[in-house]
Structures are given as C-alpha cells and as structure tokens.
C-alpha cells in the first residue's frame, strides 16, 4: 500500500503490535519492528533491508542509518521468533477463530549463490525443477473467508546439517538437526494445537505419500486429507484376507491372515481407479468468479497395502479419492483422508479441494510482502524476517476484514431504509467477488 494509506492505519498497527508483541524487550527494539514491517507493508518492488530502508527514511525523513538499525533488529537482536510466534496464534484465534483447514505446504525460494542459509540444489514446485533454492515448510489457517499464515520453518538439507562448521558460521543452533519435511510439519502443527487450534489438515502427495506422517497425523488426533503418489497400494476395505493359520505348536504363532504373504500382489491407486472407471461422475465443489467449479471424482473405503507384498498387513482403513478430467486419459491427482465412512463424495472433494487457497495466499506473501526477499545469510535473520511478514499478513488480513464487515453493514442499512428485505444476497454477492483474488494489496479491498 502507499505512504497515505499506511499513514490512516498507523493506530490500527501499533494496536496490533501492542497485542502481538509487547516491547520485545526494549523500546529501541519495539520501535525498529513497527518500522520493519512499514517497510512490508509499503509499496516496493523489493521487500528486502536496503531498498525498504530506503524507503522509510524518505517518508519518515529521519536522520537515523536506517539499513544499520533494520540490519541489527533482524540480523543480531536475539528476540524469540517462536515466542513471538506464538503470540501472534493466540491473536489469530482470537480475531479469526481457531478452526478451519490446516494447510501444509513447502515452498522455494530461490537463489544465486551458496551462502545463504540452508540453500542448496533441490526441487522445488515454486519452479517445477531443481535448483539453488531455500525450502521453507509452511502452515497456514483457511477460513470461511480467509487464509493466514500460522507458522515457517526453514527446510535445512541433509549435507547442510552434516556440515557443522558450515552451520556454526550461519548461526544454527547446535541442537537443529536434520529433519525430514513430514517432521517438520508435524512439530508444527503440535505447536499450533498448543495455541488451540483444530481442524482438517491439507497436504499435497510430498507430505501424504510418507505413511510414518500420515500414521502420526492419526495418532495426534487429527482429521486429514492428503494427496498421495499414484504408486501407493490398495486393497479393498472389506476385502477377505483369510483366517489366520491355526497355530502348529512350532515356532511362534502365527499372527497375520493367509493372504498376508511375500508376493502377496495389489493394485496401485491408479490402477485401481483404471479398473472402477464407471464409478466416477461429475462433481461441483463451490462457486467461482467464472462459474461453478466441477471435475469428475469417485471415492472408494480400501486399506493402504503397499506392503503386502513384502507380507506386511495392510493399515486401517480410509478414503480414496481420485480425480480424472473429463479429456484425460489417465487420472490426474489421488487423495487419502480419515474423514468419517459416512462422508458424502462433494464433501470429500471439497474438502481436498480446500488446498487452492495456498496460492493466492503465497502470491500476497512473495510478490506483495516479500516472503522470499530476504538477503541475508543467517538462520536468525530468515526466520526474523520470515515471521514479520506473517504478522503483516495477519495485520493485513484483520483490516480486510474489519472493513468489509462495515461495508456489509452499510449495505444492509442502506436496503432496509429503502423496505429491501433482501440483505442476505449482499454478503452472497461479496462471497461471489472475493472469490477471485485482486491483483492489489490494498487494505481497502477484501481478498476472499
């Protein structure tokens, strides 16, 4: 947004950051932290220290050294991420509620050289192939009407965290180890059920495919739908496995059903979706800017089995979902959720399909706020710069819906003075027109 904008909202952010975090310790501390997230809030082609220091000074026409102050707050001040973090959950539970989709995601950030913390050559979707990128771990919070990031942890590769003397000079505590991505994920959600929140947790197929997550994910209690890689293996939910052998008074008893054997052979998911071809149809999820929003999809109960063949029994049973477009010839994305047996296919779909909030949610972050701006080397100053810009997400999304709220209000005073008793369609038709994210970031218009 611009100077002017900013400049209306200066009580609402100091609010917010009197509620999110305090003093941080000091004032001189406090005072550099509203400043840093002006600099995100504010137009700009980059959202990195010097150019936002830049920035500032020419609207504040201070005589600080701007880049020196905003250097050490991010850089070398030792104010808890985490602590902080978790300040801004319980102010997201507050404001916005505590339920909603848990959205998990990884995403890169890419980079030219090799010094930055934690870069390496690695895959990422930000751009379909390998390269020299950071991977952050994400958690976000979807709503009836909003996402909000809820949390980020720097992916550190195995031959970063091997490396010691590489981690020593880049500030990384020597307790981070190595975790795989599905760990991560999971310690954040831990954290984010600490500060109460609930809900149905969203993955794609580089979380969903791992069975160690998705066992976990069970285990903590949590309601799920993941995607997963068309290689995993089915059996049927209700498929006989055969008695277990009667035991022979040799050796130890036998534990598992006779059809639970090495060899013993089942489908992939995609095979199995091939073989029950008939039983998909078309399926609408929700509305859009363009109309309704439909594929065709078939679900089916069956038990994960990818190792029977090595005489494993297959896990509890779940739902498989599948989509297969109407001109494809094979099917295109697969899904296991624990959702209830009882569950009706639309809300199967729409649940899975719940994930599309991500992407507008990362195009705000990165080109407007500038999540992957950050230049600088160390452990500490990523995640400080990564979590100022969740608070200025959050601070973003609260005016967003402060606002609306008054414009919904406004609306229906101004149709009951004129005998309307049609105000329901207002907050429908505002449904229908957020529902396509605006090209600004504007506190003044309501992202959906």
Known sequence: ????????????????????????????????????????????????????????????????????ALQQFINQSPWDEQVVLDSLQSWVGRRFGADGYLILDDTGFPKQGQHSVGVARQYTGTLGKVASCQ??????????????????????????????ERCKESGIPAEVAYQPKWQLALAMLR???????????????????VTEFRQQLAADGWTYCVGIDSTLKVIAADADLGPVPKYSG??????????????????N?????????????????????????????????????????AGKEPLEACW????????????AKFFFS???????????????????????????????????????????????????????????????????????????YRCSASNCKSSWRVGAAAACSADKPSASLSPFSHHR
């Open 1 to 68: 947004m611009d100077a002017r904008k900013l400049s209306k909202l200066r009580k609402d952010l100091v609010a917010f950051l009197d509620a999110v975090v305090g003093t941080l310790g000091n004032a001189r501390r406090r005072r550099w932290c509203e400043a840093y997230v002006r600099g995100v809030l504010l137009d700009g082609q980059r959202k990195s220290i010097e150019p936002m220091s830049v920035r500032l000074k020419k609207i504040e026409q201070g005589e600080e050294d701007y880049e020196q």
């Open 250 to 267: 040799r050796g130890q008893p036998p534990k598992r059903p006779l059809k639970v054997r090495a060899g013993a052979k089942s489908p």
């Open 338 to 412: 624990n959702l209830p047996p009882t569950t009706s296919l639309k809300r199967l779909v729409a649940t899975a399909k719940s994930r599309w909030w991500i992407e507008h949610s990362y195009r705000e972050l990165k080109d407007e706020l500038g999540l992957d701006h950050f230049e600088g080397r160390s452990w500490r100053g990523w995640h400080h710069h990564v979590v100022l810009v969740l608070w200025s997400y959050a601070f973003l999304q609260d005016v967003r819906r402060r606002r609306a709220k008054k414009g919904a209000s406004a609306q229906r």
């Open 269 to 309: 998911v995609k095979q199995w979706a091939v073989e029950h071809a008939a039983d998909f149809h078309k399926v609408t999820w929700r509305e859009g800017t363009k109309g309704k929003m439909a594929g065709r999809f078939a679900a089916w109960r069956v038990r994960p089995a990818h190792k029977l063949s």
């Open 191 to 209: 954290r984010a059920r600490v500060n109460g929140f609930s809900g149905t947790v969203l993955a794609d197929s580089l979380f969903g495919t």
């Open 320 to 331: 498989l979902l599948v989509e297969w477009p109407k001109d494809s010839e094979h099917p």
């Open 135 to 164: 991977v952050a771990v994400t958690l976000q919070l979807a709503t009836d009407r909003e996402v909000l990031g809820l949390d980020a942890r720097l992916y550190l590769p195995q031959a970063w965290a091997d490396d010691r």
